[in-house]
């Protein structure tokens, strides 16, 4: 009975929250894909130097054996979702000359943006 | 397998590009300038659609590998529980050879599989990433309403549209002129509708001789400005032509803030968002036989028509 139970609470909480996780890692991933050609050196430094501290810290706390599989798809899955603030908050930092109204989250696509409307001449019959 | 379900694997194959499809139709309502949506019988939505099934499932089945490996070595650390799961890109392979056969669990979880995939291509194709990337590109071949205004909206400009429409009377004609709220283009980029918001309605007129002045040259002229507001929305049918002026967003935010009365008409020949006082005439010379038009109220702005 309790056995049960528990598995209609696994099933009606855990799928929920599996379609929330899968749906929140697509989105970050397929951010991660598009910031790459704009921002290239801060994306494959910051993924790789954190695909290494989540190895480590999964060798440390869970004894799991780095670079392995099960290491290495939970690093893959917690990747994206601390890459992308991260690489906006590095590349926010690192602004130069960049309008400093712009917010750290999103920055990349932002600041991408305002330096394409910065560049973008309306044509001729503009007054 | 027979023909059937071959052609249902098929089409749940080809679904992620599809996907990508959708999703790629539906970003064209946002410009606000949209084209008749990429149908699939097209060569191009074909390829298109492939491609991205194509790269989809590539990068499905590396991440599938890597996940069951790891769920094979999570294994040794915990007691597995439920039936067994083969790895669904290799059951697809060895159902589409006629090998073996499939346990539920493996269906359900190659179905999916194919769901996140699809979802995976929805977000690769709505992502604000691609248009970051395809920002100076016609890619929906809209042509001139892509450069003057799919591409000025998009980085602050108001597009600002003079259209002279069919419907006359004798030498007069009306107009209309308003902000671009939307515009529709048939399959060979002609238009179909533009729809203006907060229009003004005018009389034109091309005079096209002046007997007190002979050598002046035909011009156009418009009378009776009359703010209309709402939307109007033109068919293609009824357009004559259509002038479009690209106008920062800030200098429509000032003229906006300029109480009405300050600006006149004259100062801010082509930025029309608030009623104008009618401009001062010539007082017309009434004769006998004929009673001739007011002077003209020379605005610039319709003075180089484009075809539309």
């Known amino acids: 009975m309790v056995g049960e139970i528990l598995y209609a609470l696994m099933l009606v909480l855990g799928v929920p929250a599996l379609l929330a996780l899968a749906v929140g890692w697509i989105r970050r991933f397929v951010e991660l894909l598009w910031l790459l050609p704009l921002r290239p050196v801060i994306i494959a430094t910051t993924v790789l130097a954190l695909l290494g501290i989540a190895n480590v810290f999964l060798g440390i706390i869970f004894r799991l054996p780095s670079m392995r599989p099960l290491s290495f798809s939970l690093a893959v ?38 330096e394409q409307r910065r560049n973008y001449e309306a044509p001729r019959s503009e007054q | 397998m027979n023909f059937t379900i071959a052609l249902l694997a098929g089409l749940v194959l080809l679904l992620p590009g599809i996907a990508a499809l959708v999703s790629w139709n539906l970003q064209g309502a ?19 659609a492939l491609g991205t099934a194509v790269v989809v499932h590539v990068l499905g089945y590396g991440l ?13 650390h915990v007691t597995p529980v439920g039936e067994v799961i083969q790895n669904p890109y290799e059951m697809a ?47 929906r071949s809209q042509g ?13 400009y108001t597009p600002i549209a003079y259209v002279l429409t069919t419907a006359s009377h004798g030498d007069y004609g009306i107009g209309y002129e308003g902000i671009v709220a939307d515009i529709r283009q048939g ?17 034109y007129q091309i005079l096209t001789d002046d007997p007190g002045k002979p050598r002046r040259k035909p011009r156009l002229v418009t009378h009776d400005r009359e703010w209309v507001g709402g939307l109007v929305a033109l068919d293609g049918s009824v357009i004559r032509n259509v002038v479009v002026h690209s106008v920062s967003n800030d200098l429509v935010d000032e003229v906006e803030e300029t109480p009405p009365g300050e600006g006149e008409a ?43």
């Open chain 1, 77 to 114: 899955v917690a990747v994206p979702f601390a890459a992308v603030p991260l690489s906006n908050y590095i590349a926010y930092r690192r602004r130069g000359g960049i309008d400093r109204e712009l917010a750290w989250k999103d920055f990349i696509f932002e600041a991408t943006r305002q």
């Open chain 2, 30 to 48: 946002v410009h606000g300038a949209k084209r008749p949506e990429l149908q699939l019988t097209s060569v191009t939505a074909l390829f298109v």
């Open chain 2, 64 to 76: 599938v590998a890597l996940f069951w490996a790891a769920a094979l070595e999570l294994g040794t």
């Open chain 2, 93 to 139: 392979v060895a159902l589409a050879l006629g090998g073996g056969k499939p346990s539920s669990g493996t269906i359900e979880a190659f179905l999916i599989v194919i769901m996140f995939e699809c979802l995976l291509a929805w977000r690769l194709v709505g992502s604000p990433g691609l248009d970051i990337a395809m920002e100076s590109s016609d890619v």
């Open chain 2, 144 to 156: 001139w309403v892509f450069q003057h205004i799919v591409r000025p909206m998009r980085h602050g």
């Open chain 2, 187 to 203: 399959e060979n980029g002609e238009l179909k509708s533009i729809g203006l918001a907060e229009p003004q309605r005018f009389i």
């Open chain 2, 266 to 308: 004259g100062n801010c020949p082509d930025v029309a968002l608030e009623p104008m006082e009618p401009v001062e005439a010539a007082p017309p010379k009434k004769t006998r036989s004929r009673r001739k038009a007011a002077a003209p109220s020379g605005d610039s702005s319709a003075t180089h028509p484009m075809e539309g």
